[in-house]
């Protein structure tokens, strides 16, 4: 009895195991390394000045006596307001510093996530391109060891619905796990990257990595 009983054991173990090792294949063979085309292509974006912004004074007429008023910025599109599936591929991030390609799924629940990186949808954030916070996470084990890399000034490129817009990272820093001054609200066009860390912890790590980026222009994706 004990004999069927350790194998038995033994048996569980090593299935349990296995499956552990398929959703770490899985997760992290979803990252690519980005061809020499789209290496040249992102350089051909980054080279391209983002939109000049208009700080000159308003002149008045003769006839005008008080300023147009002001044009209201169209409200942010949350991702709460999306219909969308969990665990469908939303868009694709571009990381040219570390030469990868990773596409994005919707959501950032743990089965998503074992998949690549997620799209984290709240009330608080929005989807890429948008006036607000986009927030995309993945494991540090699998598709995001290479964040370590990123400074600031690097480039980060989200491809989504059609347009590919182009972050610039301002902002690199570890926080606990628990810190609910992350996933906040932005005024502006923001996109953050967070990780567990540090990146060689064994088990639950207690803290996170975030990288943080904002907006500098926007282009229409090529097509292939």
């Keep these: 009895m004990r004999k069927w009983l350790g194998v038995l ?26 061809t020499v085309e789209e290496l040249e292509k992102i350089q051909e974006l980054e080279k391209q000045p983002a ?23 169209p409200l942010p599109v949350l991702t709460t307001s999306i219909q969308q599936e969990a665990g469908g591929k939303t868009a694709d991030l ?31 954030t929005t989807i890429p391109g948008e006036n607000g916070h986009t927030v995309l ?20 490129l989200v491809q989504y619905d ?21 996933i906040v609200e932005k005024d502006q066009s923001t996109l953050t990257l967070t990780t567990c860390y540090p990146f060689d912890f064994i088990g639950t790590a207690p803290d996170r990595y975030i990288v943080q980026a904002e907006l500098i222009s926007t282009h229409e994706t090529a097509s292939k």
């Design 162 to 182: 059609g347009e590919t817009f182009v972050y610039e990272i301002t902002d690199i820093w570890i926080t606990h796990e628990d810190d609910r001054t992350v």
């Design 51 to 73: 939109a000049a912004i208009q700080d000159d004074p308003i002149k008045l007429t003769e006839k005008e006596e008080t300023l147009p008023s002001p044009i209201e910025k």
């Design 9 to 34: 054991l033994l048996v569980s173990g090593l299935t349990i195991g296995l499956y552990h090792l398929f959703e770490w294949h899985t997760a992290a063979s979803s990252a690519q390394n980005l």
């Design 94 to 124: 571009l990381i040219p510093k570390i030469g990868q390609k990773y596409p994005v799924y919707w959501g950032a629940d743990e089965e998503t996530l074992e998949k690549g990186v997620g799209l984290y949808v709240s009330d608080l």
């Design 137 to 156: 996470s993945g494991h540090r084990d699998t598709v995001f060891t290479g964040l370590a890399h990123l400074e600031e000034k690097d480039d980060l």
